[in-house]
T-cell receptor, first 113, second 110 residues
Framework: DGGITQSPKYLFRKEGQNVTLSCEQN?????MYWYRQDPGQGLRLIYY???????QKGDIAEGYSVSREKKESFPLTVTSAQKNPTAFYLC????????????FGQGTRLTVV | GQQVMQIPQYQHVQEGEDFTTYCNSS?????IQWYKQRPGGHPVFLIQ?????EVKKQKRLTFQFGEAKKNSSLHITATQTTDVGTYFC??????????FGEGTQLTVNP
C-alpha cells in the first residue's frame, strides 16, 4: 500500500520542549516537503529536500530543523525557538524538479501548551 | 519567497452557481498546479498546466494557464455541495521547490 505517512495525527507538548514529527514515504520519491498551515490560511513552506542528505530552507524555516538521512524519511523537529508552534503540519513528497504532483500525508496537528 | 497571489480568499455560492478562483504571479511560471483540500483533510492534486494558453477540463472544472504564463484560473460550473473545500494553486521550479498560494475557501449553500 503506497503512500506517505505522518505520525502522530495529534501531538501535545509543553512550551519549551522540542518535538519531532515523523514523515515516511514508500513512493520512491526524491523530493520531500514540510508545510505549515494555520487556521483558514494557506500552506507555508518550512523546508524541502530534493535528494538524500540535502535540504533547503523554505519561507519560514526559523525555529525548525530537518534531516534527510534516508530517501524514505524526512523528520521535522519543532524547536523551542519556534515562537508560535501550534499549527497543522503537512508533509509531502514528489518525484522532484517541481514539475510533478505532490502527494500529501494526513498531517499532524501540534498543540503547544 | 516568490509567492503566487490567489483571489478571492473566500467565496460563498448557492448550489448551481459558478465559481472561479485566480492565481497570479509577478514572474513567469514554468508550470502551475492546482490542489483541493476538503475541510479537515489534506491537499489533493487536481491538475498541472505547463503550456502557454493551455486549457484543461475535468468534468465541471476548467483550468486555464495564461498566455504569458503569469496567471491561471480554475472555474467550476454549476457548483455542488461536494465542491466545498479550499482550492490552492502552486508553482513549481526546476529545483523541486513547490510554493503554494493562500488558497480560496469555497462554501456552497444547498
Amino acid at each position: 500500500d503506497g503512500g506517505i505517512t505522518q505520525s502522530p495525527k495529534y501531538l501535545f507538548r509543553k512550551e519549551g520542549q522540542n518535538v519531532t514529527l515523523s514523515c515516511e514515504q514508500n513512493l520512491n520519491h526524491d523530493a520531500m516537503y514540510w508545510y505549515r498551515q494555520d487556521p483558514g490560511q494557506g500552506l507555508r513552506l518550512i523546508y524541502y529536500s530534493q535528494i538524500v542528505n540535502d535540504f533547503q530552507k523554505g519561507d519560514i524555516a526559523e525555529g525548525y530543523s530537518v534531516s534527510r538521512e534516508k530517501k524514505e524519511s524526512f523528520p521535522l523537529t519543532v524547536t523551542s525557538a519556534q515562537k508560535n508552534p501550534t499549527a497543522f503540519y503537512l508533509c509531502a513528497s514528489s518525484m522532484g524538479q517541481g514539475s510533478t504532483e505532490a502527494f500529501f500525508g494526513q498531517g499532524t496537528r501540534l498543540t503547544v501548551v | 519567497g516568490q509567492q503566487v497571489m490567489q483571489i478571492p480568499q473566500y467565496q460563498h455560492v448557492q448550489e448551481g452557481e459558478d465559481f472561479t478562483t485566480y492565481c497570479n504571479s509577478s514572474t513567469t511560471l514554468s508550470n502551475i498546479q492546482w490542489y483541493k483540500q476538503r475541510p479537515g483533510g489534506h491537499p489533493v492534486f487536481l491538475i498541472q498546466l505547463v503550456k502557454s494558453g493551455e486549457v484543461k477540463k475535468q468534468k465541471r472544472l476548467t483550468f486555464q494557464f495564461g498566455e504569458a504564463k503569469k496567471n491561471s484560473s480554475l472555474h467550476i460550473t454549476a457548483t455542488q455541495t461536494t465542491d466545498v473545500g479550499t482550492y490552492f494553486c502552486a508553482k513549481g521550479t526546476s529545483g523541486s521547490r513547490l510554493t503554494f498560494g493562500e488558497g480560496t475557501q469555497l462554501t456552497v449553500n444547498p
